[in-house]
């Protein structure tokens, strides 16, 4: 399959939208930064990455931490090496960079990937924004790298998310995060709040995203900025996958394909241009989570999943 593109976001064209401030020394895997036009990232499937505007690649499908312990945290991550992940989804708050870092090296050591050829995201936890330099130190001190790929701010938190947001410019000056970006902002004006606010435009922004709260206006909102969207509780979260599994729309569209209703709900996701995380402890799991790569949702799909719709949110954080 040619270079997807996201038909959806042509109709979010917007003119004369700033650009973000790019460093001015580039990293050598680092890219020219895509033009600010206002457009939502390109995906691209046969590379299974998203152009970044931070010029940087992502890949647009990755393994999720929250719940697990560290030492579930290293063999999750390991295994989802092994099975072809490239990205993998942790924060400060969730108590297992450690067991990210160690998962990892694993890998490296097995001579499964090197370094480089993982995106590494972590957050910083609200408790940290009064102190987000040092916040930054520790999550690549309990990660045990030397760089780390995406940090994001945890939460919106209106009392000093911005100067949090301002160490993590500083630390993507002195080449210890590469991207920087937000998570839990619900609302445009929030969102503008902090965008409008800062130099280095927010390169992704995660939310809770699902076909029943697909996150529409928000991932419109923010092709303005040329931040992408990434989609956290992608199955519904632990305790609220069989809800989104049998639903009959989804199990009849995975009857139809002979996949599982997870692996139509992340493969709808990437068609739908949302990067998507699933959260796993379990081999088998981990494994079919990927294996997404191999067929294709059609259009009237595509319809019948975004008919989902429900603007029901699982958490109520
Ligand atoms: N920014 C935020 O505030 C925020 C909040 C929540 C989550 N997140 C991120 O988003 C990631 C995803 O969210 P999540 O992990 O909470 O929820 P999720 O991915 O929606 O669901 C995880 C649940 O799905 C199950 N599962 C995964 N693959 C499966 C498969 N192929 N078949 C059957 N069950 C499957 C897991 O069970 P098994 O372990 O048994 O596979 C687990 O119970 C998190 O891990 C975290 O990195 C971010």
Known sequence: MKKMIIAAMAALMLAGCASPKQEEEKTPEQTEAPEQTGTYPEFN??????????????????????????????????????????????????????????GLRRAIDEGIVKRED????????????????????????????????????HHSQPSNDIPAYQAMERAVKEGKLRSIGLSNYYEPEDFDRVAEAVEIKPALLQNETHPYHQSTLMKEH????????????????????QTLFNDETISSISEAHGKSS????????????????????????????????????????????????????????
């Open 118 to 153: 993982v995106f590494i995201t972590t957050k910083m936890w609200t408790s940290d924004y009064d102190s987000g330099d040092a916040a930054v130190e520790a999550s690549l001190r309990r990660l045990g790298v030397d760089y780390i790929d995406l940090m994001i701010l």
């Open 45 to 102: 499937l046969d590379t299974k990455t998203v152009h970044l505007n931070s010029g940087f690649d992502m890949p647009v499908l990755g393994l999720g931490m929250f719940s697990l312990s560290p030492g579930q945290a290293e063999n999750s991550t390991y295994w989802a090496l092994k099975a072809g992940f490239r990205l993998i989804d942790t924060a400060r708050i969730y108590g297992n960079e450690e067991g990210v870092g160690k």
């Open 222 to 241: 923010i092709a303005k900025y040329g931040t992408v969207l990434e989609s956290w509780f992608p199955l519904g979260g632990r305790g609220n996958t």
């Open 262 to 317: 997870a692996q139509v709900i992340i493969r709808w996701n990437l068609q739908a241009g949302n990067i998507c995380i699933p959260g796993s402890s379990n081999e088998d799991h981990i494994r079919e989570d990927y294996d997404v790569f191999d067929f294709e949702l059609y259009e009237e799909e595509m319809r019948q999943m975004e008919a989902l719709e429900k603007d029901q949110r699982f958490a109520d954080y």
